[in-house]
């Protein structure tokens, strides 16, 4: 029998996953800036808002493959909003997703298609089901870098367009270090 080396590593620790097929994709502000109520023109363009890692092995379109990912969210805010991500519903809603906290502090929220939100807090060793239905976005409500596991079908796919016609209903900020949500009436 043959002993190989793992193709990847993830540093549970520090937040980084390797590997020849990491792939790692990097959001800046000037491409979030429309994800919060009130954009801030004091925060430069290149700034960083978060990076995701993904891995993943043989055909992404074959049913039962499945994603590896780490999102690491920074301690942003924007005129007082915390940072988060864009947030999506998958294409395929029956594929289900595990996020789990690896470090910081933060919040998952969530949107079920009739639109009602709720939220899970997420800390270093929660772990999170999310329902394939159900419309999913990382807020770091921490002063440090948030960082977040996940495992996902390949063909979960991302739906963007759904969230951007049909916005999450609340809102995270931090005001004199408390947090405040804002939800739609
Ligand atoms: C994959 C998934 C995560 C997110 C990542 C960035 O289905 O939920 O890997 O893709 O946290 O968030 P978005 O994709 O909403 O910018
Ligand atoms: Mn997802």
Redesign the pocket.
């Known amino acids: 029998m043959e002993i190989f080396d793992p193709r990847v590593q993830h540093d549970f620790v520090n937040g980084i996953v390797e590997g020849k097929d990491v792939k790692i994709?990097k959001?800046y502000y000037r491409d979030a800036k429309h994800f919060y109520l009130n954009p801030d023109a004091s925060l430069a363009d290149d700034t960083l808002m978060?990076q995701?890692y993904?891995y993943s092995e043989g055909n992404s379109e074959q049913v039962g493959n499945l994603?590896w990912?780490?999102?690491v969210?920074k301690p942003v805010s924007v005129n007082q909003e915390c940072n988060m991500?864009?947030?999506?519903f998958?294409e395929n809603l029956d594929?289900a997703?595990f996020?789990f906290g690896l470090g910081g502090e933060g919040l998952l929220l969530m949107m079920k298609e009739d639109g009602t939100c709720f939220a899970e807090k997420v800390f270093l060793n929660s772990l999170h089901h999310?329902d394939g239905s159900v419309a999913?976005?990382?807020i770091n409500t921490g002063n440090e870098d948030l960082k977040?596991g996940?495992c996902?079908p390949t063909i979960?796919g991302?739906d963007?367009e759904r969230?951007e016609k049909h916005p999450f209903g609340a809102r995270v900020f931090k005001k004199d270090d408390e947090l405040v949500i804002e939800e739609d009436k």
């Open positions: 994709s959001k978060y995701v993904s994603n990912g780490l999102t969210l991500t864009r947030g999506h998958h594929c997703e996020y999310i999913h976005r990382l977040v996940a996902w979960a991302h963007y969230i």
